[in-house]
């Protein structure tokens, strides 16, 4: 695995994902009910790795010409990665279930998730990110993280996200009760 490195925001994030959605829509067409920019580089201002993190929603995930298509246009699939991980879920549960792949050779780094609408992986992102778009102090709480671990660990990346992923699902569950504030009716 390559050196972990937390970059300063860059504005070209926007753009590179615009490229590779579209890139992806053309090839999935109607299996894709959705693209979205996820992960840190999706939130303006915040520090990442130099990596674009794309959520691909489709209706059903074992459709045979998901992987097919995607294989054929050049993406590399990982078929070892088979789910999310969250803290407090069944690892085998069907809400965690995805399929992964990585970007064409040669191209920009691009970690690719498709995940099925409706499951709990599928909205979490989504909510995480919206979260962190809207809440300052969470958003810098994150960076700050970040930026420590791949200082303390960046050639040890089981290490790292053994300590980030739990964060971030700790941040998700305050994401879910500020989503509840928001969807309530008074």
Same mark, same amino acid.
């Given at each position: 695995m390559a050196r972990i490195t937390i970059s300063a925001p860059d504005p070209?994030? *926007?753009q590179a994902y615009k490229q590779i959605e579209?890139?992806?829509?053309?090839?999935?067409?109607s299996l894709a009910i959705q693209i979205d920019h996820i992960g840190s580089t999706?939130?303006?201002?915040?520090?990442?790795?130099n990596v674009i993190d794309i959520q691909v929603t489709v209706r059903d995930l074992s459709h045979p010409e998901i992987t097919g298509k995607l294989s054929q246009a050049g993406y590399r699939?990982? *078929?070892d990665i088979q789910s999310d991980n969250l803290v407090g879920e069944d690892e085998n549960s069907d809400e965690l279930k995805k399929l992964y792949f990585r970007e064409k050779n040669g191209e920009r780094e691009a970690h690719?998730?498709?995940r099925e609408s409706g499951r709990l992986n599928q909205k979490y992102p989504l909510l995480f990110r919206d979260f962190?778009?809207?809440d300052s102090m969470v958003r810098q709480a994150y960076a700050t993280v970040k930026q420590a671990l791949a200082k303390r660990f960046p050639d040890d990346a089981e290490s790292y996200y053994a300590i980030k992923d739990p964060y971030m699902d700790t941040i998700y569950r305050a994401a879910c009760l500020w989503e509840q504030t928001r969807t309530r009716v008074y």
């Amino acid at each position: 695995m390559a050196r972990i490195t937390i970059s300063a925001p860059d504005p070209q994030w *926007p753009q590179a994902y615009k490229q590779i959605e579209q890139q992806l829509q053309n090839v999935l067409e109607s299996l894709a009910i959705q693209i979205d920019h996820i992960g840190s580089t999706s939130v303006p201002g915040l520090p990442a790795k130099n990596v674009i993190d794309i959520q691909v929603t489709v209706r059903d995930l074992s459709h045979p010409e998901i992987t097919g298509k995607l294989s054929q246009a050049g993406y590399r699939y990982l *078929p070892d990665i088979q789910s999310d991980n969250l803290v407090g879920e069944d690892e085998n549960s069907d809400e965690l279930k995805k399929l992964y792949f990585r970007e064409k050779n040669g191209e920009r780094e691009a970690h690719i998730h498709i995940r099925e609408s409706g499951r709990l992986n599928q909205k979490y992102p989504l909510l995480f990110r919206d979260f962190l778009r809207h809440d300052s102090m969470v958003r810098q709480a994150y960076a700050t993280v970040k930026q420590a671990l791949a200082k303390r660990f960046p050639d040890d990346a089981e290490s790292y996200y053994a300590i980030k992923d739990p964060y971030m699902d700790t941040i998700y569950r305050a994401a879910c009760l500020w989503e509840q504030t928001r969807t309530r009716v008074y």
